[in-house]
């Protein structure tokens, strides 16, 4: 399928877990599709070859979402490589849990700055080269509306100022046609939260489905928001949860 033929699209944090799906998605509805990484440069390449092997063109930007300059910089880099751009995809971020009492200002300023900061940011400077069916997809997390377990309460804040972000935006820019949207995944197997790993069995009891999701299921409602047939859908957000909201 095809239906995102000659679009362009800049997905953060994509070099492994559900950045990486998502890139290959949108490559495998046709768009040719820059990615930024901040270490893991060879898994960055590799992203890079798997999306020119689908016939599409495809780059890899160094960027710290940490930093606004770098920010910046690579949403210019992927609309020089690319061409332009008509999709982007805000997936670069990070958790770190522990009791509000114990967490380091370090660790609150990383998730501040990375999670809510860089993707403002992003979407600050796209807005310059984003026109008429333009899409903004920001990924949260089902935590941003309910918080079920505990140690987890400045991650889910990060991720709940999404939610006033999208619907705001989505007010803006609608009289310019460009949508905004949200994904929220729940438990999802990959390198951050592995379904084997430290933890999982406590998620695991939340998701109505009762196993951890993939990544493709994630990318797939990424390429639904990106393409067509979401021309309509604005302002809000789609739970790949498995039910963990229900």
């Known amino acids: 399928m095809n239906t995102l033929a000659n679009k362009r699209a800049l997905v953060t944090g994509a070099s492994r877990g559900l950045g990486k799906a998502m890139a290959l998605s949108l490559a495998q509805s046709g768009a040719d599709v820059a990615i930024t990484y901040e270490k893991s440069v060879d898994k960055a390449q590799e992203v890079v070859r798997e999306i020119e092997a689908l016939g599409r063109k495809a780059v890899a930007i160094q960027a710290d979402s940490a930093s606004p300059a770098a920010v910046r910089d690579a949403v210019s880099q992927a609309v020089a490589a690319l061409g ?8 670069a971020g990070i958790a770190r849990g ?14 501040i700055n990375i999670n809510i900061r860089g993707l403002v940011v992003a979407t600050q400077a796209a807005l310059t080269h984003l026109g008429a069916g333009g899409r903004i997809i920001n990924i949260g997390s089902c935590l941003a509306e309910r918080v079920p377990m505990t140690g987890i309460s400045v991650y889910a804040m990060t991720k709940s100022a999404l939610l006033s972000l999208t619907r705001g935006l989505a007010r803006d820019l609608g009289p310019r046609g460009i ?15 592995p379904a084997d790993g430290e933890g999982a069995d406590v998620q695991r009891q939340f998701i109505a489905l009762g196993h951890y999701g993939n990544a493709v299921d994630v990318a797939a409602a990424v390429a639904f928001l990106a393409g067509p047939a979401a021309s309509h859908i604005t302002g809000t957000g789609i739970n790949v949860d498995g039910g963990i909201n229900a």
Do not use: F
Request: hydrophobic share 45%; glycine share 8%; no cysteine.
């Open 84 to 91: 332009g751009l008509d999709i982007l995809v805000n997936n």
């Open 179 to 193: 949508t905004v949207n949200l994904v929220h995944p729940g438990p999802t197997d990959s390198d951050m939260n």
């Open 98 to 111: 522990g009791l509000l009492e114990d967490m380091a200002l370090e660790d609150i300023d990383a998730m």
